[in-house]
DNA sequence: GCGATTAATGTGCAAATGCACAGCAGCTTC
DNA sequence: GAAGCTGCTGTGCATTTGCACATTAATCGC
């Protein structure tokens, strides 16, 4: 720390210069000082962080929290929503805006991303701007559900995203459960499938939600994957979260469950292997899963808000 | 107001120069921008205050000086700033921080902030730090002016205050002045101005600043709600000084007179009735006034520096 | 007191910045 | 369609800034 005198100079100078939009070489002849001395003190209130320049996002973040997720979790990445929304729609979409905007900074012309649809990524996708273009690659990632839900009709939404970014689809055309195992594998095996699924393990990057297992909100349940019964039963041993579809444990382990073999799409090994994988997640309630997501190792960007972020930390000490 | 993608595209630049340490040639390269365009760009930015320059300064202060305030107008607390600033711009800024941190120490989260607007007050919103946020009700405790001056516009005001802390504003729908006082009981019996000041008077914290009703400085004269001929002959009757823009005598008490009952905002007596309220002024020449404002008991805590502080316990006396 | 070492200060120049001016596209008006 | 206007965009240059290096002052050990 700097001396109170010292720091008056500091801040006094600094306000000439910034406030006061005076020249460096002004500020020496008002205050009989070389112009290099006033160079050097400007420098000098930078660093000790006497003048500060701070900028006003329209997304606000909360770089602390950011850095302790990045080093507790060996991520690449983190997003930290500032936000006073206290409406859960709301902080959603708020959400998902950042997760767009994050995109977009990521999406370079020839991209490959990978999606795994989810109510979350939806929301995502929904966010990004439509006079964005990069000529991207979009690959979906988990098979398709029979009925119409908008938000989980995979190869409608990776089509509409392919459109929006200027770039081409290529789907899984798949189903996203098969009635056991044995018949999910044979489907892999299918030229197409199999195909696909290299595709999309060759991303740069995937795009996923994380869910809790809720009996009551779960996109499981929304989209008849699984049982509300089911869930219960799961969580109860030991099943935390799940990502693409697939449930994990508390370490981030896959949950032995036969649902994990029933589904087509990428798996936590495949996702863990891609270079880049971005996991958008918010609510209280999912600390646990995101928690248990992050220790997976899958994931190296994640994209949630404040309070999430807070309660994920305490989960993962 | 910007829109938010010009808001976003700002803050983008702005970071990648103030904080990325690009030049504007490296930035105008990856954005395939030109560099007069950055420059613009930049140049936008510091102007939006999407980028602003924040000066810490060392703020010492004097105890002795502050109990003695306390005792001698029985406050909750008083803050008077050590300061060698000769310029009066600059003192008024060294206050409006020491106010800001102030209030940034109080601000709870779900906190229900009071503003009346004026140009001290204006600058203590500038000085709360961008990246404090408490989820704060914001509201506007006086009515608006027809015109945009930027330190008068209270609803621009209010919506930036709230925006700032990540909380929600709530707006005074009303002109300031009413032609006479008739009109004025009326505007403030519509449902919207009564709903509105019901909220002020049940808020946590109220922010005023205490004018010196001088004719060559008054924000009365600037914002065009009393002449200076008007202010000349209310001083020579005994008005002292004006805070929320009502005006008061020597003793603190409501100054009679038709400007006072033209005003739609919050009253004295309802400053007083708040838990917490808190002044800010600085300057010799407001140390009367300043004094006034305190004997009305409407303050709980005075904000101020050292000389004014001594030039009030003298008048005080 | 004197050389050695370190900190503070100033010189000179290349790089970065700010800005006046010119050019150009889109729009309105006649 | 010409003329005028408005709002962007880029060129060219003077000013301002950043910094390497030289210089001077201060501090210390002996």
């Not at 950011?66 to 929304?85: D, H, I, K, M």
């Not at 990776?158 to 081409?168: D, F, I, M, N, S």
């Not at 030229?191 to 009551?216: C, F, S, T, Y």
């Amino acid at each position: 720390m700097i001396n109170a005198a010292r720091h008056e100079l500091l801040a006094k100078v600094a306000a000439m210069y910034y406030e006061g939009d005076m020249t460096q070489s002004d500020i020496a002849a008002a205050l009989d000082l070389s112009r290099v001395k006033i160079y050097r003190l400007l420098k000098e209130a930078r660093e000790a962080q006497v003048v500060r320049v701070l900028i006003d996002w329209p997304l606000k973040r909360s770089p602390a929290l950011e850095a302790r997720l990045v080093e507790r979790f060996g991520l690449e990445q983190a997003l930290a929503l500032q936000t006073g929304a206290t409406d859960s729609a709301l902080l959603r979409r708020q959400i998902a805006q950042l997760a767009a905007r994050f995109l977009e900074s990521l999406l370079a012309d020839g991209a490959r991303l990978s999606i795994c649809f989810g109510s979350t990524t939806y929301e995502v996708i929904s966010a990004i701007r439509p006079d964005f273009q990069a000529n991207v690659r979009v690959m979906q990632a988990t098979g398709s559900l029979p009925h119409a839900l908008k938000e989980f009709d995979s190869s409608a939404l990776t089509r509409q995203l392919a459109r929006k970014l200027g770039g081409e689809a290529r789907y899984l055309s798949s189903p996203l459960l098969a009635d056991n195992a044995e018949a999910a594998a044979v489907i892999r095996e299918q030229a197409v499938v199999r195909h696909a699924l290299e595709q999309v393990r060759r991303a740069d990057i995937a795009l996923v939600g994380i869910g809790d297992l809720d009996p009551a909100t779960s996109g499981f349940v929304r989209a008849g994957v699984a049982g509300s019964g089911q869930l219960r039963s799961y969580r109860e041993r030991g099943a935390i979260g799940d990502m693409a579809w697939q449930i994990f444990d508390r370490a981030g382990q896959p949950f032995p469950c036969e649902l994990n073999g029933r589904i087509i799409g990428v798996t936590l090994d495949e996702l863990s292997a891609l270079p880049r994988t971005v996991a958008v997640a918010v609510g209280l309630n999912k600390a646990a899963a995101i928690a248990g997501a992050l220790r997976s190792g899958a994931i190296n960007v994640l994209c949630t808000d404040e309070a999430t972020a807070a309660s994920v930390l305490e989960d993962g000490m």
